[in-house]
C-alpha cells in the first residue's frame, strides 16, 4: 500500500539547543500520526543527539547527502554505513542544491541512491526542473531524463524501496508553491513513467512535493492524488508549521 509521508529537510541549519527545542516540541504532537512515515534530515555533526532524541518516536532519522562510495580516501565526505551507525533510514539524494551549486550529476545521484539502497536506507531521491525549463516547455523531459538515470543503472524494481520527490526548483525557498495542479501534473507523470514499466511498484510508489510547502497550503497540495505528502524546507524549522503540515496528510 502507498505510504504517506512528511520529512523535514533541515538544510544547514540549527544546532544543539535549536534542534531540542524544535524536536521537543514536535515529537509529542506527532505521536498520534502512526499511519504515515514522518522524518527528519538534519545536519551530519547533528545525527547522533538527534538519533537519541528521536529514540522510541515515530520521527525518522535521515541525512541530507552520501558518499557513493563505501570507504576509502575521500575527504570531507560521508559514507552509508556511517550513517547507519547513527540510526538514518532515510538519505535525500539528488536535491537541486547538491545538482547545482555542487555539479552533482544525475549520473552520481543514481550511485548514491544504489549505494543507500545496499545499505538499506531509504533514499529520498529529488528531481524538478528550474524555472527556465519550465518557461522553454521542457519539464516534462527534464524530469524523465532525472528519473531515467536512475531507473536505468538501479532497474525500476528498486523504486519498490525509495521514495520520490518533485521539487521545481523555482518554488524551493522562493514562496512561490506550485499550484496543485501543477504539481499533481508532474507527479502523475513520473507515476505514469513509473507505471510503464512496474505498474505495482508505480501505485506503491510515495511521491513527495517539495518547495514553498507551508502550514497554510500543505492540505490542498496533499488532497490531489499523486501527492502523497511533502518534503519541507523553512517550515520544517518552525514547529507550529511542521506539526500542521504533518497532520495535513490526514490521517
Ligand atoms: P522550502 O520548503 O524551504 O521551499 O524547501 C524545499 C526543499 O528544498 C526541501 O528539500
Same mark, same amino acid.
Given at each position: ?9 533541515? *538544510?544547514? $541549519? ?40 528521536? $529514540? ?55 550511485? *548514491? ?39 536505468? *543503472? ?21 514562496? *512561490? ?75
Amino acid at each position: 500500500m502507498r505510504k504517506k509521508m512528511v520529512a523535514g529537510n533541515w *538544510k544547514m $541549519h540549527g544546532n544543539l539547543s535549536e534542534n531540542e527545542q524544535l524536536l521537543t516540541a514536535i515529537i509529542p504532537a506527532l505521536n498520534e500520526l502512526r499511519n504515515s512515515l514522518l522524518a527528519v534530515c538534519v545536519p551530519f555533526p547533528y545525527l547522533s543527539s538527534v538519533q537519541h532524541l528521536l $529514540h522510541n518516536t515515530n520521527l525518522g532519522l535521515g541525512a541530507q547527502n552520501v558518499s557513493q562510495f563505501e570507504k576509502g580516501a575521500y575527504t570531507g565526505e560521508v559514507s552509508v554505513s556511517m550513517l547507519s551507525d547513527f540510526g538514518c533510514k532515510y538519505v535525500i539524494v539528488g536535491h537541486s542544491e547538491r545538482r547545482m551549486l555542487y555539479s552533482e550529476s544525475s549520473s552520481v545521484v543514481a550511485d *548514491k541512491y544504489i549505494a543507500a539502497q545496499r545499505g538499506n536506507l531509504i533514499p529520498l531521491l529529488c528531481v524538478g526542473e528550474t524555472l527556465e525549463q519550465r518557461e522553454a516547455g521542457i519539464t516534462q523531459q527534464v524530469i524523465q531524463e532525472q528519473m531515467k538515470a536512475v531507473i536505468d *543503472k538501479a532497474g525500476v524494481d528498486s523504486l519498490g524501496k525509495a521514495i520520490i520527490a518533485y521539487e521545481p526548483v523555482w518554488a524551493i525557498g522562493t514562496g *512561490k508553491t506550485a499550484s496543485p495542479q501543477q504539481a499533481q501534473d508532474v507527479h502523475a507523470f513520473i507515476r505514469q513513467g513509473v507505471s510503464l514499466q512496474n505498474s505495482n511498484v508505480a501505485n506503491d510508489l510515495t511521491i513527495l512535493y517539495g518547495g514553498s510547502v507551508k502550514a497554510s497550503n500543505a492540505s490542498e497540495l496533499f488532497a490531489m492524488p499523486d501527492i502523497d505528502g511533502g518534503l519541507i524546507g523553512g517550515a520544517s524549522l518552525i514547529a507550529d508549521d511542521f506539526i500542521a503540515i504533518s497532520r495535513a496528510l490526514n490521517n
